[in-house]
T-cell receptor, first 114, second 114 residues
């Protein structure tokens, strides 16, 4: 059974703070993704990674960066948090290659920026 | 890139009735179309998917149909039950460089009334 975990379920930060969200998967998946989920907008892709140390921008990368130093771990960084980054953040992983495209999601982190 | 539109945004049905959610996509190269269900406070989970070489797929009370010519795909839930109440997301695969991404629709809040 695929397990994707995220470091926090809820976070409250102040404007201008640096915020780290961490995601870990235990199925040796190649691909990892960060989305934000906002009402009426669905899931929007921020960044994804297809290999260690590799990353690509998604649809809304502005204000975010990512890090993937180990295969199982993918971090989302808000360099200077702003109130418009208040959202639910979801991490996902997928096998990639011939292993399929099904994405498995973590439980989400609800971030409030004051 | 890919664009996925999903309708309706909210849907209420009586228990036992059928529910239909429709999506359209823009990229004719998309070939994988999953549907995810997200119950309140939980992570999105894959419930059914279809590939472009198949027109219809069924799994018990759930079915998905795909019309490649019209770039439409739909989720059909028959004999709805209260536990079907959730947000449903459609998605389409989008290939960009190194990894297969999913572009999600904006979601449909399905409420099954007892």
């Amino acid at each position: 059974d695929v397990k994707v975990t995220q470091s926090s379920r809820y976070l409250v930060k102040r404007t201008g703070e640096k915020v780290f969200l961490e995601c870990v998967q235990d199925m040796d998946h190649e691909n990892m993704f960060w989305y934000r989920q906002d009402p009426g907008l669905g899931l929007r892709l921020i960044y994804f990674s297809y290999d260690v140390k590799m990353k690509e921008k998604g649809d809304i990368p502005e204000g975010y960066s990512v890090s993937r130093e180990k295969k199982e771990r993918f971090s989302l960084i808000l360099e200077s948090a702003s109130t418009n980054q208040t959202s639910m953040y979801l991490c996902a992983s997928s096998p990639g290659g011939g292993g399929g495209e099904t994405q498995y999601f973590g439980p989400g982190t609800r971030l409030l920026v004051l | 890139g890919e664009n996925v539109e999903q309708h309706p945004s909210t849907l209420s049905v009586q228990e036992g009735d059928s529910a239909v959610i429709k999506c359209t996509y823009s990229d004719s190269a998309s070939n994988y179309f999953p549907w995810y269900k997200q119950e309140l406070g939980k992570r999105p989970q894959l419930i059914i998917d279809i590939r472009s070489n198949v027109g219809e797929k069924k799994d018990q009370r759930i079915a998905v149909t795909l019309n490649k010519t019209a770039k439409h795909f739909s989720l059909h839930i028959t004999e709805t039950q209260p536990e079907d109440s959730a947000v449903y997301f459609c998605a389409a695969t989008f290939s960009s460089g190194s990894a297969r991404q999913l572009t999600f629709g904006s979601g449909t809040q399905l409420t099954v009334l007892p």
